[in-house]
């Protein structure tokens, strides 16, 4: 079955135009142009990807994502006015796994969706024999998508979990942001998006690494970053 996306957006012609070549590239798109409209789909029926505009008349798309990020199983892409680095930053710190800019060009769209769902499809489990991955007091179990800190559950984002995987599988040695770009959205760095940054900077938080003097995700100045084994 094809996946089930929902396209929360209220300029009807935008919607039209993205609705038909989701349509023509297999997927099943359901649209609504009211915020509250998208959030009660979102709690009532299964989207494997929802695209959310940032700005709706009702309520604003950053607020829907805030209440139902916690609950919502699927991925959120926010849609951003051009080059507004404010929505890009609401967007991520909110848990959006992705933000994409307006207007949306066609293949731009089709290649992030296509890496988010691959994310849903690639298999976890190769970590380690007993599919458990760990670092001192910080374990993650990827069959669960579980991560404990001194045995206490961490909360995180879809993303956030997905990156600290990515760095987790590839302790000890230095990670470029263009490799998580690649591994983790299926698109190439353009040396000026901040949202690996972004995404570390709280990641840190919340395994309580300082962000001034980082002990568990290092930065390679001028490389990427470093996951560190012990």
Not at 46 to 51: A, D, I, K, N, T
Request: proline share 3%; glycine share 8%; hydrophobic share 40%.
């Amino acid at each position: 079955m094809s996946a089930r996306i929902l396209l929360v957006e209220d300029d009807e012609r935008l919607a039209q135009l993205v609705a038909e070549a989701l349509r023509k590239a297999g997927y099943q798109v359901t649209h609504c142009s009211s915020g509250l409209d998208g959030e009660a789909l979102m709690r009532t029926q299964p989207f494997e990807v929802v695209l959310l505009d940032g700005h709706l008349p009702d309520k604003d798309g950053f607020d829907v994502l805030r209440d139902v990020r916690r609950d919502f199983a699927g991925r959120i892409v926010m849609l951003t006015a051009r080059d507004d680095d404010i929505d890009q930053v609401l967007g991520l710190e909110g848990g959006a796994d992705d933000y994409i800019t307006k207007p949306v060009a066609p293949r731009v769209l089709m290649a992030r969706i296509k890496a988010l769902l691959r994310r849903d499809t690639t298999p976890l489990l190769a970590a380690t024999e007993s599919d458990e991955m760990r670092f001192g007091e910080l374990v993650i179990k990827p069959s669960a998508r579980d991560v404990r800190l001194a045995g206490a559950p961490v909360e995180l984002t879809t993303a956030e979990y997905d990156l600290l995987h990515f760095l987790a599988e590839r302790a000890g040695s230095t990670v470029s942001r263009e490799d998580i770009m690649q591994g983790l959205r299926g698109i190439e760095f353009d040396g000026l998006d901040r949202a690996i940054d972004a995404r570390v900077s709280r990641l840190r938080k919340k395994i309580g690494d300082d962000a001034q003097a980082a002990e568990r995700i290092k930065t390679v100045r001028g490389q990427g970053y470093l996951f560190a084994k012990d």
